[in-house]
């Protein structure tokens, strides 16, 4: 089973700002790696897909990089809404599995 | 607009059991692969089961293997789990999510099903 591990496991930060999220594989997931964000009492959205693809109507300021283990998710510009968690997860091979999460919170 | 409804949850006893569904709706459901996710209170997403589009490929993780069984209905756009032998460790929030044709991309999901556990 492929473990992925998200660093940092909080980030705190001011509106405005950019963020940098990681997410580390315990072995190649090729560019089969998403990103969602999680809301409180909402499910999650996809964000990114395969690596550094947007989701459906999904800004700019989201943009994810990556192949092989290690991959990045950068918010730019934090809105109030940005602050959140999330989840990173792969579809290389099964099973399937998600990181355990960075929450974003505000500093 | 895809439309996914999650029922079937409550409190169970340890070792019983409860069957989830999906409703679906807003696409060509017989065309996507279909997925659950469970999310333990305060916890992360955790990836349960995966099922293809026809129904004849099924994956499981590790920890529901041979507990869990995820069924679909084409015919009814109706995605199953059946929970069995269930533990307090089960007791989750439970997402079905769509994926975008055969693949795992999961661009739309419900709102969950909560499972509960308890004696």
């Known amino acids: 089973e492929i473990v992925l591990t998200q660093s940092p496991a909080t980030l705190s930060l001011s509106p405005g700002e950019s963020a940098t999220l990681s997410c580390r594989a315990s072995?190649?997931?090729?560019?089969?790696l998403a990103w969602y964000q999680q809301k409180p009492g909402q499910a999650p959205r996809l964000l990114i897909y395969?690596?550094?693809n947007r989701a459906t109507g999904i800004p700019a300021k989201f943009s994810g990089i990556g192949s092989g283990r290690d991959f990045t998710l950068t918010i730019s510009s934090l809105e109030p809404e940005d602050f959140a968690v999330y989840y990173c997860?792969?579809?290389?091979?099964?099973?399937?599995?998600f990181g355990q999460g960075t929450r974003l919170e505000i500093k | 607009e895809v439309h996914l409804v999650e029922s079937g949850g409550g409190l169970v006893q340890p070792g019983g059991s409860l069957r989830l569904s999906c409703a679906a709706s807003g696409f060509t459901f017989s065309s996507c692969a279909m997925t659950w996710v469970r999310q333990a209170p305060g916890k992360g997403l955790e990836w349960v089961s995966y099922?293809?589009?026809?129904?004849?490929?099924?994956y499981y993780a590790d920890s529901v293997k041979g507990r869990f069984t995820i069924s679909r209905d084409n015919s009814k756009n109706t995605l199953y789990l059946q929970l069995n032998s269930l533990t307090a460790d089960d007791t989750a929030l439970y997402y079905c999510?769509?994926?975008?044709?055969?693949?795992?991309?999961?661009?739309?999901w419900g709102q969950g099903t909560l499972v509960t556990v308890s004696s």
């Open positions: 999510a769509k994926g975008s044709g055969s693949n795992s991309i999961y661009g739309d």
């Open positions: 997860q792969h579809r290389d091979t099964w099973p399937l599995s």
């Open positions: 072995q190649s997931v090729n560019t089969y």
């Open positions: 099922i293809s589009d026809s129904g004849s490929h099924t």
């Open positions: 395969d690596a550094s």
